[in-house]
Each structure stands twice: as C-alpha cells, then as structure tokens.
C-alpha cells in the first residue's frame, strides 16, 4: 500500500471516529448489535465501517 494511501485511509477512520464513534460506542453500551445500529440509526457510513466500530466497541467492554 502506498504511503498516502495510508494516509487516506487513517484520516477516514480518524474522521469517521470522531463522527461516529462515540454514538456508537454509547449503542453498543446500551446493547445494540452491529445489524440495529444499521437498520435504525441509517449512519451514512459502509456496513463494514459500522462493524468495525461495533467489534471495536465489544472487545474494549470485555477489557473492562
């Protein structure tokens, strides 16, 4: 992968965190699953980015 396009693609989870992620987080907190948070938020993001967010979100709970 060529170095700006690692650029590119940390500045979008960068951007798409601080957007999104915090809800997120707070939906996984309260026991949405990834399919919830797509079918009812409606986020403007891919499918993958919101299961990402969501995987990411679960295993920072079990470290808890």
């Known amino acids: 992968m060529a170095e700006q396009d690692c650029f590119k693609e940390a500045l979008q989870n960068f ?5 999104y992620g915090g809800a997120i987080r707070h939906l ?3 026991g949405y ?5 797509i079918s009812e938020m409606k986020y403007p993001l ?3 980015a ?6 990411a979100a679960k295993k920072s709970l ?3």
Not at 15 to 19: L, P, Q, V
């Open 33 to 37: 699953d990834a399919a919830r948070i």
């Open 46 to 48: 891919p499918e993958e």
């Open 28 to 30: 996984v907190d309260r």
């Open 50 to 55: 919101v299961v990402r967010m969501v995987e």
């Open 62 to 64: 079990e470290k808890k």
């Open 15 to 19: 951007s798409r965190d601080f957007a």
